[in-house]
C-alpha cells in the first residue's frame, strides 16, 4: 500500500473514530473552497514538487466545486478533468459497493461463508470454510501477506484465476480474529460479483455503478498491461521524474478502477445521496472489533484539526490516488497523481484540499523527496565503481601479498550481492510480513538499489579478479627442483 501495499499503513492517516485522544483539537467549521483556490494551490505544488500531472476534484452536497486536472500525462498529454487515471486501492470502496448491493436485494448475506456463494474458493487450510463475506471487505479474513505472497507469486490474469491460485495457500489467522490488509480480499470479494451476478466484474460495474452515476469515463481493468498511456506514471529521480511503466501486478477488485476527475466528483456526490439505503451506508461505515479505523473499504478518522471524515487512499508503484468525505459538512475531495507511492503526492495534495476546506494555509513542499538521499547513492555509485576498477587493477599486486589462507578476506566482497539476491525477504522482515517483487523494491528505492547492483557487480569483479590473479601466479611461480637420490 508499503503504504497501501504494505499490510496496515492506511490506519496511520487516520485516527480511530470514537477513541480521539485529548489533544485533538475541536471540530473547525468548513470555509466555502474558490475554484481558484484550489487552481493556485495546486499549481503552487506541481511547480514546488515536480509532480508532472494530477486530476483534483472537490464536491459539497450534490454540488461539483471544482473538478480540473493539472500538468501532463507521462505521454505527454494534457490531464484533464476527463483523463482517465488509476485510483488504485480507491477501487476496495467501489468494490465494497458492488457486494453491498447484491446484500441489500437479499442476493448476499454478509454474515455467510463465502463458499456458499463461490464454490471454487478453496484454501490449502479448513479454516477457509468459516470466511465470511464481511471478513473479506473488512480484511480479517485471516488472509495475510505473511501468509500467501500475493504479489511475488506468478501473477493472474483473471479474478476467476486470482481465486484458483488459493488452493494451496494458508491462512496466516483463525478467520474474524486479526485485521491484515490483504489485496486479495477483494479479489475474492470481486469474483463473488461475478459468480452471484453472472457477468464479469466490469461488466457489473459499468451497468450497477458506473453508468447510473454518471460516471462515462471510468472502468476496471485486471493487470498492468491494461493500463492506458493516460493511466501510467512516474519515479522521482535525483530530483527529476522519470515515466516507467507500471511494474507487474494483478488488481481489478482490489486496485484496478480507471477513472477521471469529472466522475469522481460525481461518485463523492453519490455518497451523501442514495447510492445505498441509510441502514447500508452506515453497514459501509461501521468499522470490526479487530479494527476500529477499517470498516468495508472506508477508513474512518479525523483530520489534523479534528474533523470526522471517512476516506480511502490508494497505491500503485508509479502513481497514487485519494478520496476523502467530511459527513458532517457534505464536502468530498478525491486526488489522482501520477507519481508512485514513495512520494505520496496525492495524500498531500489531498491534506492540502482538507486544509483550504477548513481555513488553513495549505502546506507546501520546498523540495523534491530524498533528493538528498538520492545524491548520497548515486555519489557512493559512482565511488563503488571507481573503487572496483582500482581493486581489479591492482588484483594481481594483491594476490602476491597474500598466501592461501588468508584469501578468506574476500569473503566479505560477497555481502553485497547476497544482500541484492535477499531483499525480498529482509524486506518482508522490516515490513512485518509484508510482500513484494524484487523489482518493486526497484521502484521503491530507485537510486538505492542502483547502488546496492552497482556493489554486487563491483565485489563480485574484484574477487573473481584477485581470485584469477591468484592462480595466474600460482601457475607462473618456478616448480622445485628435484634432487638427484
Known amino acids: 500500500m508499503l503504504r497501501n501495499t504494505l499490510a496496515a499503513i492506511l490506519l496511520a492517516l487516520a485516527t480511530p473514530s470514537g477513541h480521539v485522544p485529548p489533544h485533538v483539537p475541536p471540530h473547525v467549521p468548513p470555509h466555502d473552497v474558490t475554484p481558484a483556490a484550489v487552481d493556485a494551490f495546486v499549481a503552487r505544488y506541481l511547480q514546488a514538487t515536480g509532480l508532472p500531472g494530477a486530476a483534483v476534484t472537490i464536491t459539497r452536497g450534490k454540488r461539483i466545486v471544482h473538478a480540473a486536472g493539472y500538468g501532463r500525462t507521462a505521454s505527454g498529454d494534457p490531464v484533464t478533468a476527463d483523463t482517465p487515471m488509476a485510483v488504485a486501492s480507491v477501487s476496495k470502496s467501489f468494490t465494497s459497493l458492488a457486494v453491498m448491493q447484491l446484500v441489500e436485494e437479499s442476493r448476499v448475506d454478509l454474515d455467510k461463508p463465502v463458499h456458499e456463494y463461490l464454490p471454487e474458493f478453496t484454501m490449502a487450510d479448513p479454516r477457509a470454510t468459516r470466511i465470511t463475506v464481511r471478513q473479506l471487505l473488512n480484511h480479517t479474513s485471516g488472509m495475510a501477506d505473511s501468509a500467501f505472497h500475493e504479489k511475488s507469486l506468478p501473477q493472474p490474469g483473471t479474478l476467476q484465476g486470482a481465486v484458483a491460485r488459493l488452493r494451496t495457500a494458508k491462512l496466516a489467522a483463525e478467520p474474524g480474529t486479526a485485521f491484515s490488509y490483504h489485496n486479495t480480499n477483494y479479489q475474492v470479494a470481486a469474483r463473488l460479483v461475478e459468480v452471484v451476478d453472472g457477468r464479469p466484474f466490469a461488466a457489473y460495474l459499468r451497468a450497477r455503478v458506473f453508468a447510473p452515476l454518471?460516471?462515462?469515463?471510468?472502468?476496471?481493468?485486471?493487470?498492468?498491461?491494461?493500463?492506458?498511456?493516460?493511466?501510467?506514471?512516474?519515479?522521482?529521480?535525483?530530483?527529476?521524474?522519470?515515466?516507467?511503466?507500471?511494474?507487474?501486478?494483478?488488481?481489478?477488485?482490489?486496485?484496478?478502477?480507471?477513472?477521471?476527475?469529472?466522475?469522481?466528483?460525481?461518485?463523492?456526490?453519490?455518497?451523501?445521496?442514495?447510492?445505498?439505503?441509510?441502514?447500508?451506508?452506515?453497514?459501509?461505515?461501521?468499522?470490526?472489533?479487530?479494527?476500529?479505523?477499517?470498516?468495508?473499504?472506508?477508513?474512518?478518522?479525523?483530520?489534523?484539526?479534528?474533523?470526522?471524515?471517512?476516506?480511502?487512499?490508494?497505491?500503485?508503484?508509479?502513481?497514487?490516488?485519494?478520496?476523502?468525505?467530511?459527513?458532517?459538512?457534505?464536502?468530498?475531495?478525491?486526488?489522482?497523481?501520477?507519481?508512485?507511492?514513495?512520494?505520496?503526492?496525492?495524500?498531500?495534495?489531498?491534506?492540502?484540499?482538507?486544509?483550504?476546506?477548513?481555513?488553513?494555509?495549505?502546506?507546501?513542499?520546498?523540495?523534491?523527496?530524498?533528493?538528498?538521499?538520492?545524491?548520497?547513492?548515486?555519489?557512493?555509485?559512482?565511488?563503488?565503481?571507481?573503487?572496483?576498477?582500482?581493486?581489479?587493477?591492482?588484483s594481481r599486486r594483491w594476490a602476491a601479498r597474500r598466501t592461501g589462507w588468508q584469501r578468506w578476506r574476500l569473503l566479505p566482497f560477497l555481502t553485497p550481492l547476497v544482500l541484492c539476491a535477499s531483499i525480498v525477504p529482509v524486506f518482508r522482515l522490516l515490513s512485518r510480513g509484508g510482500d513484494i517483487m524484487w523489482i518493486q523494491v526497484v521502484y521503491l528505492y530507485p537510486t538505492f538499489m542502483m547502488w546496492l547492483v552497482t556493489a554486487a557487480i563491483a565485489c563480485t569483479a574484484v574477487t573473481v579478479a584477485r581470485l584469477l590473479g591468484a592462480a595466474r601466479l600460482g601457475l607462473e611461480l618456478p616448480k622445485p627442483r628435484r634432487t638427484a637420490e
Open 214 to 394: 454518471g460516471m462515462r469515463n471510468s472502468t476496471t481493468i485486471d493487470t498492468d498491461r491494461d493500463l492506458p498511456g493516460s493511466a501510467r506514471g512516474h519515479l522521482y529521480v535525483l530530483g527529476q521524474t522519470v515515466a516507467v511503466p507500471e511494474p507487474t501486478g494483478f488488481g481489478n477488485g482490489s486496485g484496478g478502477v480507471l477513472s477521471t476527475a469529472g466522475d469522481m466528483a460525481h461518485w463523492l456526490i453519490a455518497q451523501n445521496n442514495d447510492i445505498l439505503s441509510p441502514r447500508g451506508v452506515r453497514e459501509m461505515r461501521t468499522p470490526s472489533r479487530q479494527n476500529d479505523a477499517y470498516a468495508l473499504g472506508w477508513v474512518i478518522g479525523r483530520t489534523e484539526r479534528g474533523t470526522p471524515v471517512v476516506r480511502h487512499d490508494g497505491d500503485l508503484f508509479t502513481s497514487t490516488a485519494g478520496q476523502l468525505l467530511m459527513p458532517r459538512s457534505g464536502y468530498g475531495v478525491a486526488v489522482m497523481a501520477n507519481t508512485g507511492m514513495a512520494f505520496a503526492d496525492a495524500d498531500a495534495l489531498m491534506d492540502g484540499l482538507v486544509a483550504l476546506i477548513e481555513g488553513d494555509a495549505p502546506t507546501i513542499p520546498s523540495s523534491t523527496p530524498y533528493l538528498v538521499t538520492d545524491l548520497l547513492f548515486t555519489l557512493l555509485t559512482l565511488a563503488t565503481v571507481g573503487l572496483a576498477g582500482r581493486g581489479v587493477a591492482r
